[in-house]
């Protein structure tokens, strides 16, 4: 049963190969399964890391830091996590070079935060609880506008 369920939320394969591609770092497990289900239901293939260790490795084998692999279309963030956080890669990234756009999440979210997020180029900073349309409006304006 879940290998059907996971077989009918995943784009076809023909259009996954030309859907953008967004990474989503969330270290709440619930959290980061309805963001990547979301946006995979969305048609965008997703590549999911579970805190801010796993974001910190991603970043690091991007082409810029020395790596091979290609940016994401998008990286979806939230600000707290484990290891670095959302504001930590956002100014790895752009200390690189890359300018891949960010969007971070956060349930905690001061005017400092908020502030240090639009210094650091984030696409936009959305507080949890995040309505889903305005995350998919969110998305979809920074894949359409990198």
Do not use: W
């Not at 999440?105 to 984030?122: I, M, V, Y």
Request: hydrophobic share 45%.
């Amino acid at each position: 049963m879940l290998l059907r369920t996971r077989m009918t939320n995943a784009p076809p394969q023909e259009e996954a190969t030309h859907a953008p591609r967004i990474l989503v770092a969330e270290d709440d497990d619930a959290m980061r399964s309805m963001l990547v289900r979301t946006l995979r239901r969305a048609g965008y293939t997703v590549v999911e890391v579970e805190d801010g260790f796993e974001l910190g490795d991603y970043v690091a084998m991007m082409q810029g830091h020395g790596g091979s692999l290609a940016p994401p279309d998008l990286i979806v963030s939230d600000v707290r996590m484990p290891g670095r956080t959302g504001l930590e890669a956002l100014g790895r990234l752009r200390a690189q070079g890359i300018a891949c756009p960010v969007l971070l999440l956060s349930a905690f979210a001061d005017e400092e935060t908020h502030a240090e997020a639009q210094r650091l180029g984030a696409r936009r900073l959305l507080d949890k609880p995040v309505d889903l349309d305005v995350l998919k409006d969110a998305v979809r304006d920074a894949v359409a506008h990198p």
